[in-house]
C-alpha cells in the first residue's frame, strides 16, 4: 500500500547498475538473505534440541552430539537444520512476485528482475526439501546399522535398536520412504504426505514452470502453478510452526492481489481499437481515454497487464505503454504473435467486433526512466520494441527537466511499422528536436534506423527526416562507443536503454557494461 503513495523512493538508483550484471539494490537483496540464512544456522546448530523419547549414548564424537537434555546424532541435527531454513526460504518465496512492492521501487529493482530471484529461491527450496529428505533417509539407516547394541538409557542397560522400537523411535529403510504409516513415529501422518507433495512440486514447479513450458504452453505453466496452495498447506502441516514465517510474505502477497483486483476493476472510457495487417506484421494498437472517468497516472517507460474476457477470461497480459503521461492517454501497441494466441485474437477481435469490448487494465507497473538525471541517453529497440521509447520520448520533448542528447537506434525489418502506424509520425516528430531558445532545457533527439531485410535504404525518397541503414548494425558495441564517446559526459552519466529481441538486448547490455554505462532494459520473459 505504501508504494501506492509513494510513488518513486528510488534511494539506490544512482548506484543502482554500477556493480557487475546487477544493481546495487540486488546486491543489498543478495547480503540480506545470506545473512538471514546463515543466522538461521547458527542460531539452531546451538540449539538444544528435545528428541522425546529417542535417548541413546554413542561414544562416537563424529556421530552425535551429547548435552545434558539428551542426545541427538548430527544427522538429525543437520535434517533439523536444513528444515528450518526451508521455513526460511518458502517464507520468501512469494515476495517477489508482488508486483505492488515498495521495496522494488526503493531498491531499484523491476518487478520483471524480481521474477528471476523468484525461481532461484523456488529451485532452491526444492533442493533444500530433497536434502531434508535425504538426511533423514540417512539417519533412519543409521539407526538400523548402528544401534544393534547395549548401553545405558534412561538409568538401566538396554538394547539401543530394541528401545528405540518400542518407543515408535526407529525408522525402517526403505519401507519408510513412502510408508503410510511410517515405523519412525508412525502418529506422525504428515511424514509420508509431505513426500507426496514434494513430488507434487517437483513436477508442478520443477517441469512445468522451466523455460522452454513457460514459453510455449504459458497456460500449462499458469494453471499448474496454482499446486502452490497444496505445497503450503502440506508444508503447514508437517511444520506447525511454519506459520509465523509464512504470515509476513503471504501477508503482502495477499494485499499485493487486493490492490491488483481492484485495479482489475477499473472503469476503462473513451477505448479505442485500431488494426493494421501484413503478412509479416499485424499490430492492434488500443488507446484508453480515462479510468474510472479520471484521467490515467503513469510515468514514462511503465508498463499494464492487460485483460479481455471475450479472448479469455483468465489470461493477463503485460505491455509497455507508449504514451508520454503528459498526453493523458493510455497507448498500447500490440504485435500478433500467431492466429491460435492472445494477441492473434485480439487483433482479430478489433477487425471484426463493431462495438468496443470489455478492457481490463492492471497497472502501471514497473521501474520509470528517470531521463532528466542523465547527459546522454542511447536507446536500442528491436521492432515493435520501441514502444517505452516512444513515451520516454515523447515526454522528453513535452517535458524536459534537463539538457540531454539521445540517440535512438531503431532494428526493423522494413518499413511497415513506421508507415502503417502513427509510431512513423511520432518518431518523425521528435528526430532532432533542438533547443528552443529560451530558458527550457535542450533536449536533442537524433534517430537512426536498420531494416534488416532491405539492400539498400532511400532515406530521401521515404519521406522521412532521420536516417536509414540497410542491414544490421554490424558491431552493436562498436556503435554504441562512437554514439556515446564524449570526454565531458562521464560513463555514470550515461544511459543505455533497450528493448527488443534478447539477442538484441544481449548485446546492447554487453555494449554498455563494458564501458561502465548506466543500463535499463525491458524483458518480459517471465
Same mark, same amino acid.
Given at each position: 500500500m505504501l508504494s501506492q503513495v509513494w510513488p518513486s523512493p528510488r534511494l539506490f538508483q544512482r548506484i543502482g547498475l554500477a556493480i557487475g550484471f546487477i544493481s546495487a539494490g540486488e546486491v543489498l537483496l543478495l547480503l540480506w538473505f545470506l545473512s538471514l540464512v546463515l543466522s538461521t544456522v547458527a542460531f539452531w546448530s546451538g540449539h538444544k534440541w528435545q528428541v522425546g523419547v529417542t535417548r541413546y549414548s554413542v561414544n562416537d564424537s563424529n556421530i552425535c552430539v551429547t548435552d545434558s537434555d539428551g542426545n541427538t546424532t548430527k544427522l538429525q541435527q543437520w535434517a533439523r537444520i536444513v528444515?528450518?531454513?526451508?521455513?526460511?526460504?518458502?517464507?520468501?518465496?512469494?515476495?517477489?512476485?508482488?508486483?505492488?512492492? &515498495?521495496?522494488?521501487? &526503493?531498491?531499484?529493482?523491476?518487478?520483471?528482475?524480481?521474477?528471476?530471484?523468484?525461481?532461484?529461491? *523456488?529451485?532452491?527450496?526444492? !533442493?533444500?526439501?530433497?536434502?531434508?529428505?535425504?538426511?533423514?533417509?540417512? +539417519?533412519?539407516?543409521?539407526?538400523?546399522?548402528?544401534? $544393534?547394541?547395549?548401553?545405558?538409557?534412561?538409568?538401566?542397560?538396554? #538394547? @539401543?535398536?530394541?528401545?528405540?522400537?518400542?518407543?515408535?523411535?526407529?525408522?525402517?529403510?526403505?519401507? $519408510?520412504?513412502?510408508?503410510?504409516?511410517?515405523?519412525?513415529?508412525? $502418529?506422525?501422518?504428515?511424514?509420508?504426505?509431505?513426500?507426496?507433495?514434494?513430488?507434487?512440486?517437483? %513436477?508442478?514447479?520443477?517441469?512445468?514452470?522451466?523455460?522452454?513450458?513457460?514459453?510455449?504452453?504459458?497456460?500449462?505453466?499458469?494453471?499448474?502453478?496454482?499446486?502452490?496452495?497444496?505445497?503450503?498447506? *502440506?508444508?503447514?502441516?508437517?511444520?506447525?510452526?511454519?506459520?509465523?514465517?509464512?504470515?509476513?510474505?503471504?501477508?503482502?502477497? +495477499?494485499? $499485493?492481489?487486493?490492490?491488483?483486483?481492484?485495479? !482489475?476493476?477499473?472503469?476503462?472510457?473513451?477505448?479505442?481499437?485500431?488494426?493494421?495487417?501484413?503478412? #509479416?506484421?499485424?499490430?492492434?494498437?488500443?488507446?484508453?481515454?480515462?479510468?474510472? !472517468?479520471?484521467?490515467?497516472?503513469?510515468?514514462?517507460?511503465?508498463?499494464?497487464? @492487460? #485483460?479481455?474476457?471475450?479472448?479469455?477470461?483468465?489470461?493477463?497480459?503485460?505491455?509497455? %505503454?507508449?504514451?508520454?503521461?503528459?498526453?493523458?492517454?493510455?497507448?498500447?501497441?500490440?504485435?500478433?504473435? !500467431?492466429?491460435?494466441?492472445?494477441?492473434?485474437?485480439?487483433?482479430?477481435?478489433?477487425? #471484426?467486433?463493431?462495438?468496443?469490448?470489455?478492457?481490463?487494465?492492471?497497472?502501471p507497473y514497473g521501474l520509470a526512466v528517470e531521463y532528466w538525471k542523465y547527459r546522454r541517453i542511447v536507446m536500442v529497440f528491436g521492432g515493435i520494441g520501441v514502444t517505452p521509447g516512444l513515451s520516454v520520448m515523447e515526454e522528453m520533448t513535452r517535458n524536459p527537466k534537463g539538457a540531454v542528447k539521445v540517440d535512438c537506434l531503431l532494428i526493423l525489418r522494413d518499413r511497415h511499422v513506421l508507415d502503417q502506424t502513427p509510431i512513423g509520425e511520432q518518431l518523425n516528430r521528435i528526430h532532432n528536436t533542438t533547443d528552443p531558445g529560451d530558458d527550457t532545457p535542450a533536449v536533442v533527439c537524433k534517430i537512426h534506423a536498420f531494416l534488416t531485410r532491405h539492400k539498400r535504404a532511400h532515406s530521401k525518397k521515404w519521406d522521412y527526416n532521420f536516417t536509414f541503414s540497410a542491414g544490421r548494425p554490424s558491431d552493436l558495441t562498436k556503435l554504441i562507443k562512437q554514439i556515446s564517446e564524449d570526454d565531458t559526459v562521464e560513463p555514470a552519466d550515461t544511459l543505455v536503454f533497450m528493448c527488443g529481441p534478447p539477442a538484441v538486448v544481449e548485446l546492447a547490455e554487453k555494449a554498455a557494461r563494458a564501458h561502465g554505462y548506466q543500463v535499463h532494459m525491458e524483458i518480459f520473459e517471465l
Open positions: 528444515g528450518q531454513v526451508c521455513n526460511i526460504v518458502l517464507s520468501l518465496l512469494a515476495m517477489p512476485t508482488a508486483r505492488s512492492s &515498495v521495496w522494488s521501487k &526503493v531498491l531499484g529493482v523491476s518487478w520483471e528482475a524480481m521474477q528471476v530471484y523468484h525461481r532461484v529461491l *523456488g529451485y532452491t527450496f526444492m !533442493g533444500l526439501t530433497l536434502l531434508h529428505q535425504l538426511l533423514w533417509w540417512c +539417519f533412519w539407516w543409521w539407526q538400523q546399522t548402528m544401534l $544393534d547394541y547395549e548401553d545405558v538409557v534412561d538409568g538401566s542397560r538396554q #538394547n @539401543i535398536k530394541a528401545y528405540c522400537a518400542a518407543n515408535d523411535a526407529l525408522g525402517d529403510m526403505p519401507h $519408510d520412504i513412502l510408508a503410510v504409516p511410517q515405523r519412525y513415529h508412525a $502418529d506422525n501422518f504428515s511424514n509420508p504426505l509431505i513426500v507426496l507433495v514434494w513430488w507434487t512440486m517437483l %513436477i508442478c514447479m520443477g517441469v512445468f514452470a522451466c523455460h522452454y513450458i513457460r514459453r510455449r504452453y504459458f497456460e500449462l505453466f499458469y494453471y499448474t502453478h496454482h499446486a502452490f496452495l497444496v505445497i503450503y498447506i *502440506g508444508a503447514l502441516w508437517h511444520a506447525t510452526s511454519l506459520w509465523y514465517f509464512l504470515i509476513s510474505g503471504l501477508g503482502l502477497w +495477499f494485499v $499485493d492481489r487486493l490492490i491488483r483486483f481492484s485495479r !482489475g476493476c477499473s472503469l476503462v472510457g473513451e477505448l479505442k481499437l485500431t488494426t493494421t495487417g501484413y503478412t #509479416n506484421l499485424k499490430l492492434t494498437w488500443i488507446e484508453i481515454g480515462t479510468l474510472d !472517468g479520471l484521467l490515467p497516472v503513469f510515468e514514462q517507460g511503465q508498463y499494464c497487464f @492487460i #485483460n479481455i474476457p471475450q479472448i479469455s477470461l483468465l489470461e493477463w497480459h503485460p505491455f509497455t %505503454i507508449a504514451s508520454a503521461p503528459s498526453e493523458g492517454i493510455l497507448r498500447f501497441y500490440i504485435r500478433a504473435m !500467431g492466429e491460435q494466441t492472445w494477441t492473434g485474437g485480439l487483433h482479430k477481435l478489433a477487425e #471484426n467486433s463493431l462495438e468496443a469490448p470489455l478492457v481490463n487494465v492492471d497497472g
